[in-house]
């Protein structure tokens, strides 16, 4: 004998009571996955650029954990497309870093050992802005784009850590003038 459609849902919907009654059914939840413990952004002052001229590369990084971050260790790296331009020529030449009572030299400019830029511990809920200088040459190519990518690690005062990335910056156009 066939079931009808009407009993087979029936049958679903007894089964679906007795299993909520013991437990065994799935919870529903409308949580929000948790945020990351550390989350890195960049930004630029502008999107393009000519030969010869610069541009300010903004990192930004914030703690959304309970603790302190007491290590930072990032890398930046030029995007596959910006390395298959050898027309473009560019440098990153300056580092500084936010603080109250305004802008700080760093160090450690270059592709890799960019967390110790960051400064002293980060407290929870707060961030760090490392301004990093895009020169581009003055004999460059033209009508390309420059961008990096970053990867980073960090360390929290309850002996935690967070990997991350790749994170992408904005890319910067180079147009002739």
Same mark, same amino acid.
């Given at each position: 004998?066939?079931?009808?459609?009407?009993?087979?849902?029936?049958?679903? =919907?007894?089964?679906?009571?007795?299993?909520?009654?013991?437990?065994?059914?799935?919870?529903?939840?409308?949580?929000?996955? =948790?945020? =990351?413990?550390?989350?890195?952004?960049?930004?630029?002052?502008?999107?393009?650029?000519?030969?010869?001229?610069?541009?300010?590369?903004?990192?930004?990084?914030?703690?959304?954990?309970?603790?302190?971050?007491?290590?930072?260790?990032?890398?930046?790296?030029?995007?596959?497309?910006?390395?298959?331009?050898?027309?473009?020529?560019?440098?990153?030449?300056?580092?500084?870093?936010?603080?109250?009572?305004?802008?700080?030299?760093?160090?450690?400019?270059?592709?890799?050992?960019?967390?110790?830029?960051?400064?002293?511990?980060?407290?929870?809920?707060?961030?760090?802005?490392?301004?990093?200088?895009?020169?581009?040459?003055?004999?460059?190519?033209?009508?390309?784009?420059?961008?990096?990518?970053?990867?980073?690690?960090?360390?929290?005062?309850?002996?935690?850590?967070?990997?991350?990335?790749?994170?992408?910056?904005?890319?910067?156009?180079?147009?002739?003038?």
């Amino acid at each position: 004998m066939r079931l009808t459609r009407t009993r087979r849902l029936g049958l679903a =919907a007894i089964v679906a009571v007795a299993l909520s009654l013991f437990g065994l059914a799935p919870a529903a939840s409308a949580d929000d996955p =948790a945020p =990351a413990a550390a989350e890195l952004s960049f930004t630029t002052d502008a999107a393009t650029t000519t030969p010869g001229g610069a541009v300010n590369l903004s990192m930004t990084i914030e703690n959304n954990q309970t603790y302190d971050i007491w290590f930072i260790y990032q890398t930046i790296d030029p995007t596959w497309l910006t390395t298959q331009r050898p027309d473009l020529k560019y440098s990153l030449t300056g580092c500084s870093l936010a603080t109250d009572t305004g802008a700080v030299p760093c160090s450690g400019v270059g592709p890799a050992d960019l967390g110790g830029n960051y400064g002293t511990t980060i407290p929870p809920g707060q961030s760090r802005t490392v301004t990093l200088t895009l020169q581009v040459a003055a004999d460059s190519g033209c009508n390309g784009n420059i961008g990096f990518y970053s990867y980073f690690y960090a360390e929290f005062s309850d002996s935690t850590s967070i990997s991350g990335g790749p994170v992408y910056t904005p890319e910067t156009r180079v147009l002739c003038a």
